[in-house]
């Protein structure tokens, strides 16, 4: 029996502003980063200026504020998608007083 090919249906997010929550995404997309840095460090990687899997070093084992502005950009777009995809399942984010 052959399978139907996949089709993803991700959330229509085109309706989503995140403009008020614009420090927010800054610093969940520095988190996102050391979460990353702080697992690939355990698992044995160090600094390295050339990723090489067998030698286990990353150019981007550095502190947020050292990667590039594409780097960076990755690391926003994912907490991005994120953060609107919980605004359209109808929830809020508030920051406490």
């Known amino acids: 029996m052959a399978e ?3 089709v993803p249906h991700p959330l229509d997010l085109s309706h989503i502003s995140l ?5 927010l995404l800054e610093q969940l997309a520095r988190n996102a980063h050391e979460m990353w ?14 990723r090489n899997d067998h030698l ?4 981007s ?3 947020y504020e050292e990667l590039s502005e ?4 990755y690391d926003r777009a994912l907490v991005n998608e994120a953060l609107k995809s ?3 399942l109808g929830y ?4 406490k007083s």
């Open 61 to 63: 084992l550095v502190p």
């Open 92 to 95: 809020t984010i508030e920051k």
């Open 4 to 6: 139907a090919a996949y």
């Open 19 to 23: 403009a008020h929550l614009e420090p």
């Open 56 to 59: 286990k070093t990353h150019p």
């Open 86 to 88: 919980i605004l359209s």
């Open 70 to 73: 594409s780097e960076k950009s």
């Open 37 to 50: 840095a702080q697992k690939r460090i355990a698992d044995g990687w160090k600094y390295g200026p050339e």
